[in-house]
């Protein structure tokens, strides 16, 4: 009994952590999600980084976070820019961007992205990330 309890709790722990931990934008209560703010050229220091590290790379993490959902790619790190040995950095995410990611499921993607239950983006930062995405993706 006091197993099927402890595993209980640990399963809802565990799924509230899934529902609401992936973004560190605030959405509950109603209140619009936190905005991040580009002035001038988007770029990945001008911006883009703060924008991919505040609504992305909390789930797209290496090592991954907790609530990192169980399919979230392995070499995949969008808290850096740059690739480093087999893994991923953020620079891969504009052509991800330009397939249309953030409107639809891509190939080999089960869903588009920020996931539903994830910190939507807002239109200014859809935006910014396609501008950023159509420009080459820069870092500075």
Same mark, same amino acid.
Do not use: Q
């Given at each position: 009994?006091? #197993? ?41 220091? +001008? ?35 740059? +690739? ?6 953020? +620079? ?20 588009? #992205? ?25 870092? +500075?």
């Amino acid at each position: 009994m006091f #197993m099927r309890v402890t595993y209980d709790l640990l399963l809802f722990l565990l799924s509230a952590s899934l529902l609401f931990g992936c973004s560190k934008a605030d959405t509950l209560g109603g209140k619009a999600p936190d905005e991040v703010v580009i002035s001038g050229t988007p770029t990945w220091e +001008n911006g883009i980084g703060d924008l991919v590290r505040s609504k992305c790379a909390s789930c797209h993490v290496i090592p991954f976070s907790f609530y990192s959902p169980h399919n979230t790619p392995s070499t995949l790190n969008l808290s850096v820019y740059d +690739n480093s040995s087999n893994i991923r950095g953020a +620079n891969i995410l504009g052509i991800w961007i330009n397939s249309g990611i953030l409107e639809k499921a891509l190939t080999g993607v089960a869903r588009k #992205m920020p996931l539903e239950y994830a910190t939507p983006l807002t239109s200014r930062e859809i935006e910014s990330l396609k501008s950023w995405s159509t420009s080459g993706s820069p870092k +500075n």
